[in-house]
């Protein structure tokens, strides 16, 4: 699974993110809640690993963030405090299970497995832009009426870049997101990059794929 962490405490950070690497997890570790908002609203995870007590912005915000954008993604939420309020209000907002510190490995584990087996709650999203749709629900992808066929890779950088239509997201955020380490080699993301603008742009469709050099890439439909 591919797991997020927010966890401003280095040492806790740490100690997550060697276990459940030892897992067989791919874990991304953000340090702060506004660096944790930014990756969980623009990359897609499995499960979201949220510390309440955050520097930037805290737990229940980036919570009610996520969920205010329609991401199902499980969340499970680390709470200091045995506070019946606090956990209260994550689930509220729309976290899934909450575990209290300090709390064993095996505890943590067995829920994270537990939240990978609920998985998100199906409610199929229909991404547009354009006459590109994409279906969350079935992964069907289309331009008009013509059926895109894409590989998983393809089309997880596809959906990031829908989900994000307008704004240019970054080399490194993209590869982030869908790898979930930065250890691809240096063309990588070019090559499919060509290979999503081949099955997306046929000749003749209006350019949706756009190159900002120097930064990364953008999907947006041309003004006309
Ligand atoms: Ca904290």
Do not use: C
């Not at 499960?47 to 737990?59: E, F, K, S």
């Not at 794929?209 to 990364?216: A, E």
Request: aromatic share 4%; hydrophobic share 45%.
């Amino acid at each position: 699974m591919r797991i997020l962490v927010v966890e401003d405490e280095p040492r806790m950070a740490e100690l997550l993110r060697r276990g459940l690497t030892e897992e067989g997890h791919a874990i991304v570790v953000a340090r702060d809640g506004r660096e944790g908002l930014s990756l969980a609203e623009t990359a897609s995870f499995d499960l979201l690993l949220l510390d309440v007590m955050l520097p930037g912005a805290d737990g229940f915000t980036i919570v009610r963030r996520v969920r205010a954008r329609q991401i199902q993604t499980p969340i499970l939420m680390l709470t200091a405090r045995d506070a019946i309020r606090d956990i209260i209000e994550g689930l509220n907002l729309g976290a899934d299970d909450y575990l209290t510190k300090p709390f064993s490995f095996q505890e943590l584990f067995a829920r994270v497995r537990s939240a990978a087996r609920r998985g998100p709650i199906a409610q199929p999203v229909s991404l547009r832009v354009a006459d590109l749709s994409l279906n969350q629900g079935t992964r069907e992808v289309r331009r008009g009426f013509r059926p895109v066929t894409l590989t998983r890779t393809e089309y997880a950088i596809l959906e990031l870049l829908m989900r994000n239509a307008g704004r240019v997201l970054s080399r490194d955020s993209l590869i982030e997101s869908v790898w979930g380490h930065a250890d691809i080699e240096n063309n990588t993301l070019d090559a499919f990059m060509r290979l999503l603008r081949g099955k997306v742009e046929a000749p003749g469709e209006p350019k949706l794929l756009h190159t900002i050099r120097g930064v990364g890439f953008m999907l947006r439909a041309e003004e006309s």
